[in-house]
């Protein structure tokens, strides 16, 4: 069978799905060609996509697509011998090892799969703005990832919280993991439909189809009353492209620090950051705000929440300050780190 470029670019869509980690189970970091799919599966999450193909078994994707990468230009065609798959380009040859299908882990949803709703462009961009408050790490199981819950999104770190309200309509709540979203931002396009079965999602983009489990024992957060427990009278204001650039002039400037700190009055904003080899200081006019407060926060949170929003206000919370911010229907809270 001679390869051409598509093959290539399929296996570069499946290979984020593939675990190489060697200490995890090996069959995670293949590829599992079937004749008519190609399928990619890390112990959670799977991806499957209806691709014809002479040979059947599976191969380490890693290894698979270096082979291709170095020899597509050249021409590669492949063939199966027994427990090897050969790639051949001119006079150069390539085997690799390869395992029956049978041996593949995967599981997928049922033909009763139920379909949820259709993943609307609303809906991608509620995720984009969700994600900047989603962990870096699954310590916490209840916030590693963005909850749907009804048509809303909803996500928090713990330091910052998100709310999305987006024109889904769907009844249940559930987490969706940070991989299974981020793959669905990749390949998104219209007519994209969310199916559940039992613990499993799949995401249908026709020829590729996308897949993870869910904790649906899982108790979600009651993110809307921690939401509504800074709900005040408090004017918001709109926030100026000045304030903006400057914060980010102080981020890109000062490195040694992640601390920035705002010293507010009812007229202006003083932000600057201090390190032990850079001071930076600006002031900001900005009217209507409470008066006076000195607050420190997360200089990373502080610069990803301004991007996503066009309003903001600041509320006292014992010993710490809110910025509560809005654009439309997206709303970003971060806690100060220090009053």
């Not at 499957?48 to 990468?69: E, M």
């Not at 085997?95 to 259709?118: A, C, H, M, N, Y």
């Amino acid at each position: 069978m001679q390869i051409d470029t598509n093959l290539l670019e399929v296996c570069n869509k499946l290979f984020p799905i593939t675990n190489t980690n060697s200490r995890i189970s090996p069959i995670f970091s293949m590829f599992c060609f079937t004749g008519k799919t190609i399928e990619a599966f890390n112990g959670v999450q799977g991806m499957k996509v209806d691709f014809s193909t002479d040979f059947i078994g599976c191969v380490n994707s890693k290894d698979f697509i270096k082979v291709l990468t170095a020899y597509i230009d050249r021409g590669v065609d492949v063939k199966n011998d027994s427990n090897k798959l050969i790639l051949k380009s001119g006079k150069s040859k390539v085997s690799l090892v390869t395992i029956p299908i049978e041996d593949f882990i995967q599981f997928g949803v049922s033909k009763k799969k139920r379909l949820l709703f259709e993943i609307t462009k609303d809906f991608i961009d509620g995720i984009k703005q969700c994600k900047i408050s989603v962990p870096k790490n699954d310590i916490r199981p209840q916030q590693y990832g963005i909850a749907v819950v009804g048509d809303t999104l909803y996500s928090t770190n713990n330091a910052s919280i998100c709310k999305y309200k987006t024109d889904i309509v769907n009844d249940m709540s559930f987490l969706i993991p940070p991989l299974f979203y981020e793959q669905i931002l990749k390949l998104y396009n219209t007519n994209v439909n969310l199916y559940i079965d039992k613990d499993i999602l799949e995401a249908d983009f026709g020829d590729i189809k996308v897949y993870t489990k869910i904790d649906t024992n899982l108790t979600l957060l009651d993110y809307e009353s921690v939401i509504n427990r800074f709900e005040d009278d408090t004017v918001f204001v709109n926030i100026p492209t000045e304030f903006k650039e400057a914060v980010n002039r102080i981020k890109s400037i000062n490195s040694g620090t992640d601390i920035i700190h705002l010293d507010i009055t009812s007229n202006t904003i003083d932000v600057s950051s201090t390190s032990t080899l850079c001071n930076i200081k600006e002031t900001v006019d900005i009217e209507n705000l409470l008066n006076p407060i000195s607050c420190d926060y997360n200089i990373e949170k502080f610069v990803n929440g301004l991007k996503a929003i066009d309003d903001f206000k600041f509320v006292l919370n014992d010993k710490s300050v809110i910025m509560y911010g809005k654009s439309g229907l997206f709303t970003y809270i971060l806690t100060s780190m220090i009053r």
